[in-house]
């Protein structure tokens, strides 16, 4: 009965140690437990997810001595300058347009120094003549295409200063070739009173007076399709700046002395000589005489034309 008792003090001793070791052991496995568990937000006993670090973030940049790459500045720190606009560069002052000094239509002395020059290097092949007509066109093309301008057909201060680089200044005799066919022996109609005396055999005019010869030239008829007249007419109209109704061609000192036909200056027959025709009129081909000529006739004076 005695060890039954002890037994059972025994028992009953480890009876309470196991209890209490077994209290101890539930509170153990609760405070594991609980490390796990979630807590809301802000919570005081919540204890952190990671240790904390002694580096910064990478968001704050203006304390990083490395910034991220994908960072964007710290513009509170160290404002950048603004963008001064920049002034696009002064171009350079545009050469002056090539001022235009002769062109088609275009007569005078500048014009005949022209042709002269441009005959000297080969580009204008006919007698001066002061006159800008399709001839002088033609020869200046040539002669731009020749330097590499523009083949415009029109003299410009740029192909005037190119050409007298090139040429010489023209003699009397290139700027006005003389005329030397001998004139005939004047009709005996011609020895009376005031006349034009015009011979087609030595294809020259005299203007005479009273039978003395005042001056001469020579003269260009029509062709065989459009002949010339011949006989004993007078003047009876004058005209200086005349234009061909029928052609439209200049017919500069007109003096008419049978219907539409009339002497006059023709450029063409300074420019080509015999190598053309006129359609019936006289043509003259020295522009000073046949306007000294003009001047000088009066309407009613006899025309007298002959072989």
């Known amino acids: 009965m005695i ?3 002890r037994t059972g003090r025994g028992h009953a001793h480890l009876g309470g140690r196991g209890a209490g070791a077994a209290a101890a052991a ?3 496995l609760v405070a594991l437990t609980a490390g796990c568990k979630a807590e809301p937000a802000g919570s005081a006993s919540a204890a952190p997810s990671a240790p904390a670090s002694s ?5 704050d940049t203006g304390a990083s001595s490395t910034p991220s790459a994908s960072a964007e500045p710290d513009t509170s ?3 950048s300058p603004k963008a001064t606009p920049t002034k696009p560069p002064a171009s350079s002052p545009a050469a002056p347009a090539a001022k235009v000094l002769m062109a088609s ?3 005078g002395k500048q014009v005949r120094e022209l042709q002269a020059r441009l005959r000297q290097i080969g580009h204008f092949d006919r007698t001066p003549t002061g006159y800008y007509g399709s001839v002088t066109v033609t020869a200046v093309q040539s002669f731009q295409g020749k330097r590499g301008l523009p083949r415009t057909g029109r003299t410009d201060t740029v192909t005037w200063q190119k050409l007298l680089g090139m040429t010489r200044t023209p ?3 290139e700027l006005t070739p003389p005329t030397t066919r001998p004139a005939a022996k004047p009709d005996k109609r011609c020895m009376t009173g005031r006349v034009i005396c015009i011979s087609k055999t030595s294809r020259s005019l005299s203007w005479m007076i009273d039978g003395k010869v005042v001056s001469t030239m020579d003269v260009r008829f029509g062709s065989q399709y459009t002949p ?6 007078s003047v009876y109209w004058k005209s200086r700046h005349h234009v061909s109704s029928i052609y439209h061609t200049a017919m500069p000192y007109a003096m008419f002395f049978s219907g539409g036909q009339a002497v006059h200056y023709s450029s063409d027959f300074a ?3 015999y190598n053309g025709a006129s359609h019936g009129c006289v043509n003259v081909r020295d522009e000073g005489k046949i306007a000294a000529l003009f001047d000088q006739v009066r309407n009613g004076d006899k025309v007298v034309i002959y072989w």
Do not use: I, M, W
């Open 271 to 273: 420019a080509r000589g």
């Open 171 to 173: 003699t009397a005799a």
């Open 55 to 59: 580096s910064p973030p990478e968001t």
């Open 77 to 79: 720190a160290s404002p």
């Open 26 to 28: 539930v509170l153990a």
């Open 3 to 5: 060890s039954s008792g």
């Open 228 to 233: 010339t007249r011949e006989g004993t007419f």
């Open 105 to 107: 239509g275009s007569q």
